[in-house]
């Protein structure tokens, strides 16, 4: 199986809803490595690495979110291997 990082932006009301907390918890259950942030212009960006299966899991389950968001757009894109130890909320 590949290891791949994705970064991805996920726009909507997905901030000050759980949105980085639930997607940490996520990535963590898919057994990925990363980060969900907050970013000025209202996205959320989200740093996911690990098994590819595990990846395209996560970014589907990015469309929606928890039940509180409320998903406009998911743009990803493949990215650099990074070593990143755990998942994280920054």
């Known amino acids: 199986m590949s290891q791949i990082c994705v970064v991805a ?3 909507g009301r997905v901030q000050g809803v ?4 639930h997607t940490a918890h996520e990535g963590l259950r898919l057994s990925l490595t990363g980060y969900a942030k907050n970013c000025a ?3 959320v960006e ?3 690495c690990g098994d590819e299966e ?3 899991a996560l970014l589907k389950w990015l469309e929606t979110g928890p039940s509180t968001a409320t998903v406009s757009g998911v743009a990803s894109e493949k990215t650099a291997w990074r070593s990143v130890e755990g998942f994280s909320i920054r």
Do not use: P
């Open 54 to 56: 595990n990846i395209n």
């Open 9 to 11: 932006s996920i726009s």
């Open 41 to 43: 212009d209202g996205t």
């Open 18 to 21: 759980g949105f980085r907390f």
């Open 46 to 48: 989200v740093l996911a």
